[in-house]
């Protein structure tokens, strides 16, 4: 096979040289669980727990489960949201992002949220007010809801885990080198109970990692 087929989004096929996959970084989308997003830009007046409860909503209303926002521009007339989520089914990519965005200006525009360019300014009679939204109560997360971080990079991090496991159960092993080096040339019998004691909770230490790092496979 020299060349790679692959069917874009308009129905029509794309072919990629496998030399050029090779040679170059190429993204591909997780058949599972893949990160659905979209950014909407809204005035500063709105308070932020109410916009992000409209665009969490919007993103539970397609399908996307564990959906968090982040704030990624701070305008001189708008704030940019960026609502994502984790799509089950990939094959739903590109209906569900058009989805997203129809959803998210429809739960706006049911409360009563503006949507702005970034370049819209609006303009008003200000006199002496101040221009701050009212303090809203912010529903605190829960103690054991993971971070957008752990549930994205979720692979790269099960992976370091399993490299920290695996380095800690060298260090194990050559502790325990030592202390049956230590007993050959241990004469007190009090001494050889306290080095057999230790390396028992160094085997019971690794039994219990090695066990982890199998379930974790």
Known sequence: IFHTEIQLEDSNFITIP???IA???VKLTRVTNTVISTSV???YDIPRSKIEEALRDA???VGL???YIYITSLGDFSVVYRIHGFLEDS???FSTSSLLNAKVMDNLHENKIEIVSPTFMNQRRADDSIFIPKPTRVKQAEESE???EELIFDEAIEAAEMEKKRYNLQKLEARKDELQKSLKEEKDERNIEIIKAAITRI???KTKIEANIKGQK
Do not use: E, Q, V, W
């Open 18 to 20: 496998n030399l050029y």
């Open 23 to 25: 040679n170059n970084p």
């Open 41 to 43: 830009s809204l005035g």
């Open 59 to 61: 993103a539970i209303s």
């Open 65 to 67: 489960t564990n959906p």
């Open 91 to 93: 094959s739903k990519f």
């Open 146 to 148: 993971k971070s957008p």
């Open 203 to 205: 085997d019971n230490l």
